[in-house]
Structures are given as structure tokens and as C-alpha cells.
């Protein structure tokens, strides 16, 4: 923070606005910059010889126009622009993050094989009971984690994804191995819910919080379903634009 700071409670304007301008100004300058904790309200509060309450509703209102938002149990931090992931015919992670200007990297947080219940036998097309290989991501954009994301190949068309995801983090590589060499989105299935534990500890976020959760079906050039994914991205920093 600025070491000079002056409150005038002269001039008609109330000490809480005068807060909450001076703290927009911060952060315009670039003293706080997006993803970076504020000072606690108690820091904040002794700076201006305030009571929180001030403070508090000063933070409110630059949460309310989208510049603070708050993390229950771990601060107040500055917002950082939601980032436009389209949904379409073919949507690619790291093309749309890249083409933002924005830096894309990834990990494997997990992997296994499974046999396909009803409903992932439904999405890929499958007997019940069908071997697959699952493999569970972590995507993050200029350092901050965004999404996680499970998602489910035909084990015996697609043996080796998962050491071609580990090798490559690419699921057009790990397609591409089982003969799909172009493949598109056939559908897209939108909705929120509360945030898993450990999902809530990968993304950084606290429990309880809302995610957006995309369930996706990619086809070949056959139209075959060949994967499946369950996605589940953090609802502040991430902005669903749906193409037609």
C-alpha cells in the first residue's frame, strides 16, 4: 500500500467512499494487481483510524461492481477478468487460452481404469461393464488453477492414453493414438453445483463454493463417441460463451 494516505472528513464525501476510492485507485495503479489478497480489514482499518465496519462496507462495494471478490475463510482478493471459453463444434483448451493471450499449463492429478455405470456407458455409446481408462487434469491459466476435469477413453481403442496425456498434456494426441486424427464437440451439457473437497483443495477455492460443471461428449469423423469429460471450473474466473 501507498504510504501517504489522507482522509478528509470535511468534505461531504463518507469515510467509507473515500476508502473504497482510494483502494480502486490501488488497484488501477497496480499496487494490487488481480488474484492478490488485500490486506485484512483490521490492517486496512488501523491505516485510516476507521472501525471494520467502514472498511467492510467499502470492500462491499467494489465486490458489488466486480473489482474485490471475497473467498470465505481465506481473504479478500482483487478479481481478475473471467476468462471467454467458448463452447463449440471444436473446442480446444489451450488454443482458446492461448488466443486470449494468456498462458495455459496443465498436470495429471490422477489416473485408473474403470467399467462404465449406466451413465458412462450412455455418454460413449458402450455395453455396461465396458473397460475404461480414466485420467483426471488440472488446468490453469497464468498460474491460477481454473478447472479440473475427469474424463473417460474406450481402454481398448485408446491403451496407451494415458501415457500419451503425461508425455504430451494433450488430448487431441491422446485421440490421435487411437486413430481419431480430427474429432468435434457433439454436445455439451451445462450446470452448478457446490464444490467437492477435493476439487475445492486443486482449485485453490474454499468449500462450499459454486463451480460451473460442463459434461462434454467429442465425437470422431464417424460421429462414434470416443471421450467423455466431466468439467469443473471455477464460476468467477471462468465466463461460458455458448456459439452457434
Do not use: C
Not at 490501488?26 to 494487481?33: H, K
Amino acid at each position: 500500500m501507498t504510504k501517504q494516505v489522507k482522509i478528509d472528513r470535511g468534505t461531504g464525501v463518507s469515510v467509507w467512499r473515500q476508502i473504497s476510492e482510494w483502494l480502486r485507485a490501488e488497484i488501477a495503479s497496480g499496487a494490487f494487481v488481480a488474484g492478490e489478497r488485500l490486506p485484512t480489514e483490521t490492517d486496512i482499518a488501523e491505516r485510516f483510524s476507521v472501525n471494520r465496519h467502514t472498511v467492510r462496507r467499502a470492500i462491499a462495494a467494489l465486490t458489488a461492481d466486480g473489482i474485490l471478490r471475497a473467498d470465505q475463510g481465506r481473504g479478500t482478493f482483487v478479481a481478475s477478468t473471467p476468462i471467454n471459453y467458448p463452447i463449440r463444434k471444436r473446442t480446444r483448451f489451450s488454443e482458446i487460452i492461448s488466443s486470449q493471450d494468456r498462458t495455459p499449463s496443465g498436470r495429471t492429478i490422477g489416473s485408473g481404469q474403470d467399467e462404465a455405470d449406466a451413465l458412462l456407458a450412455l455418454r460413449l455409446d458402450v455395453p455396461p461393464g465396458t473397460q475404461l481408462l480414466r485420467i483426471e487434469t488440472l488446468r490453469v491459466v497464468d498460474g491460477a488453477p481454473v478447472l479440473v476435469a475427469t474424463s473417460w477413453f474406450e481402454a481398448e481403442r485408446f491403451r496407451d492414453a494415458v501415457g500419451v496425456y503425461e508425455a504430451t498434456h494433450s488430448f487431441t494426441e491422446v485421440l490421435k493414438s487411437g486413430g481419431v486424427h480430427d474429432y468435434e464437440r457433439k454436445e455439451s451439457r451445462i450446470s452448478a453445483e457446490l464444490v467437492e473437497p477435493q476439487d475445492a483443495l486443486h482449485l485453490g477455492i474454499a468449500s462450499g463454493q459454486p463451480v460451473l460443471v460442463v459434461e462434454s461428449v467429442n465425437v470422431d469423423q464417424d460421429g462414434r463417441p470416443v471421450q467423455y469429460t466431466s468439467t469443473r471450473m471455477v464460476a468467477e474466473r471462468m465466463q461460458l460463451v455458448i456459439e452457434s
